[in-house]
């Protein structure tokens, strides 16, 4: 496992373009990343994840031009976008019918988010392609805050850790999760961003 400085975020992108796993912080908790447009890569993420292949992951975007590729936008949709991304907000939204079946894994509906994080975003657009990035944990364990515990859950199974930024004040809280279905919203984990926020968007 590489260890990449909190600044190096060309060297992380080299790592995900080639198809490899990175471990990096966000906003809120340390997330494991793959480029999204690779099933091999798709399938090292589950395996490293230790994690039922049903459930698909997030797509992390460095813009909003990157989430109307993948996802149906509504009016309604739209206003919550603008208000609450970039940030710590993940939205599952309904699939267009041209995304790969390992991405929403037939089930019509996949997480996006774009991260407040400026090395995250600088890593993105270095990489070309949104990523797959679910939080950095083995499956049913905590969210790893720190690049030790990332290191600890993962040991050699992913290809490099991203060092905090210690001048960064995180939320340590993951994002919060929402789905939205014909205009209706649901709470599916409560994070970052409280239940009146959304409610009063």
């Given at each position: 496992?590489?260890?990449?400085?909190?600044?190096?975020?060309?060297?992380?992108?080299?790592?995900?373009?080639?198809?490899?796993?990175?471990?990096?912080?966000?906003?809120?908790?340390?997330?494991?990343?793959?480029?999204?447009?690779?099933?091999?890569?798709?399938?090292?993420?589950?395996?490293?994840?230790?994690?039922?292949?049903?459930?698909?992951?997030?797509?992390?975007?460095?813009?909003f031009t990157q989430v109307e590729e993948y996802v149906e936008i509504t009016p309604k949709i739209q206003r919550i976008?603008?208000?609450?991304?970039?940030?710590?907000?993940?939205?599952?939204?309904?699939?267009?019918?041209s995304v790969p079946h390992y991405l929403d894994l037939g089930t019509g509906f996949i997480g996006v988010r774009i991260p407040k994080a400026d090395f995250v975003l600088k890593m993105i657009n270095e990489v070309g392609s949104p990523l797959l990035v679910p939080s950095a944990n083995?499956?049913?364990?905590?969210?790893?805050?720190?690049?030790?515990?990332?290191?600890?859950?993962?040991?050699?199974?992913?290809?490099?850790?991203v060092?905090?930024?210690?001048?960064?004040?995180?939320?340590?809280?993951?994002?919060?999760v929402v789905r939205i279905d014909k205009d209706k919203i649901f709470l599916l984990r409560l994070g970052a961003i409280s239940v009146e926020e959304l409610e009063e968007a």
């Open positions: 496992m590489l260890n990449i400085s909190k600044d190096d975020y060309k060297s992380a992108a080299k790592i995900l373009k080639n198809g490899g796993l990175v471990a990096f912080p966000t906003e809120t908790v340390y997330g494991l990343g793959c480029i999204s447009n690779s099933e091999e890569a798709f399938n090292k993420l589950v395996n490293a994840k230790k994690r039922p292949p049903d459930k698909p992951f997030t797509l992390m975007c460095s813009a976008v603008d208000k609450f991304m970039p940030g710590p907000l993940t939205i599952v939204l309904k699939t267009k019918e083995i499956s049913s364990f905590p969210p790893a805050k720190t690049s030790l515990e990332v290191i600890n859950y993962f040991k050699d199974n992913i290809d490099g850790v060092e905090e930024n210690t001048n960064h004040l995180s939320s340590n809280l993951p994002s919060t």
